[in-house]
């Protein structure tokens, strides 16, 4: 059975099989394998271009990479029309400029050292991000070479020393003439040495932040993270710079809350593996989260922050940098997007992962899974045509999936994955405090410094304590215990004999509930001047639980001179070098002389 779902009055249709998605929470309204869109969740966007209150969804196209770079504009399932872009788009966000009426969103597309701006899919304006200093030892150089004072060889030299020692980085020209070849660079010389030198950056990434007040239609202004490590906060009429931040490396992955005039909050990540949380008045970060591996994605999600990794984890961390839980993933994450209902009060973060599969997370628990015909590499999630919830993903391959979720939807708060229950993440009731508890802390405030020595006092006797009991331990050759929980074993040791030939025995229990102990080994090492073994090496046979296995062996004593050492014992897992149990054997004296 198939049916159709209406997306507006004016927009397309999706067709979905009701038959094949009875019991998921998603209708399957669109799915085009050969849509060949190729993008990232941070060029992609919904917004509501005309005003009529049907959102449209613009991508920017990244193409084959090198051409056919295009601003492309979707209603319903049907392409609405396509912009050529001049350079690949590394960012793309639809914000409110003004307050004419219409109210009409512009869209904003990062490339390269520009951003465009569209308004009523048309171009509107062009912002270039300000020129970097030059090293003014560079612009020497290029001026001895405009003089014909050096030659191209001895250009590429002196390049070349200011690469490895200056501190403000060569432009993009210079970098360019020392990539190419002995018999390129006179040429290159030529075309370019009346040119001035310019060192421009790009931009990595963009946001929108909201200028004065929080609503949903209210006026934003662009932010923007740059090659070099600054954060440009523009006005969004004048498209001029408001406020500049800078940044210890390049960033890569942004997120912006709050108001200009007010307060707010950014979040980056940057290349160099950490996140920097940048504040009002502080044009340094206030806060650094120091990942173990590099971020591949960023959300924010009410008062946290959810940075996914490259070594397949998924961490949860508080607006200050505490970090609070870690899910593990079963794949390498791809893309990921926020997910949320305002009508439902509903907020949750979907995952895309390389295994065709995309998560839902709910702080650090797995409520839902969805699976995909391809790797997901964009979502985004929202009101598409008339429809709120709808899931939009592009993948690999060039293809576009459109779900819908059902409004009989509803997602458990419990984790759908193996591990410790849900349960375990719920603060505990705290009851009340008593006047009994009241009373007590009055009392440790009072005599905080007697209680904390007498603590250190205990403390101490019990360390000395143990200390004692360790070295009797030692000197009796008390019965030894395995600390491995996965090798749970007991021996003792019995020396039997006056001299000079002594009798080893070793008594092995496997003290394990049922389960039985192979592959096993028994190694001694002692004073080879003193004694000597028949056998020094044993291997164990299978222990069953409960059964005792004595090992025997006999001990030679070389020595006349009445004196007698240790004999260390080792059970050892054969092809590992860590022993998974030892002995110390204080060997007996010896009442006479082997005869050799």
Known sequence: MLCISSTGDSGGSFLCSCSSVASSKWLDAHYDPVANLYTFSSCIALS??????????????????????????????GLLSESTLLDLPTGLVSFLMDLHEPRTPAIAVASGPFIYVYKNLRPYFKFTLPSLEVNPLEQDVWSQAKEDMIDPVTLKEMLEGLRDKAEIPLSVRSLRFLMLEPQEMENFVLL????????????????????????????????????NGDVYI???????????????????????????????????????????????????????????????????????????????????????????????????????????????????????????????????????????PDVVTSICFGRYGREDGTLIMTTKGGGLIVKILKRTAVFDDRDSATGPPIAQSIRLNVPKKTKLYVDQTLRERENAVAMHRAFQMDLSRLRLAAARAYVKALESSLTPMSASLTEPLKMNAVVQGLGPSFKLTLNIQNTAACRPVMNLAISFLYDENLYSMRTAFFKIPLLVPGLNYPIDTFVECLSDKGISDIIKVFVLREGKSAPLLTAHINMPVSEGLALN
């Open 48 to 77: 509501d271009l005309h005003g009529d209150g049907e959102n449209k969804l613009v991508v920017g196209d990244l193409g084959t990479g090198v051409c056919n770079m295009k601003l492309k504009v979707y209603r319903g399932t």
């Open 192 to 227: 370019h040495k009346e040119q001035p030198i310019r060192r421009q950056t790009v931009i990595t990434c963009i946001g929108m932040l909201k200028k004065n007040m929080a609503d949903e239609d209210a006026v934003s202004c662009l932010v923007i993270g740059t090659e």
């Open 234 to 372: 523009l006005d969004p009429e004048a498209f001029t710079i408001l406020y500049k931040m800078s940044l210890p490396s390049s960033p890569t992955l942004m997120d912006v809350t709050g108001q200009f005039d007010v307060e707010f909050r950014i979040t980056v990540a940057c290349r160099n593996g950490n996140i920097y949380i940048l504040r009002r008045d502080s044009p340094k970060p206030k806060y650094c989260i120091e990942l173990s591996s590099h971020p591949v994605g960023l959300v924010r999600m009410g008062k946290n922050v959810v940075v996914g990794c490259t070594h397949e984890t998924l961490h949860g961390y508080t607006q200050k940098g505490k970090k609070l839980w870690t899910a593990y993933l079963p794949a390498p994450v791809t893309t990921m997007a926020l997910m949320e209902l305002p009508t439902r009060g509903f907020q949750a973060v979907l995952v895309g992962l390389a295994n065709c599969e995309v998560h839902m997370y709910r702080d650090k628990n797995l409520i839902s899974t969805i699976k995909t």
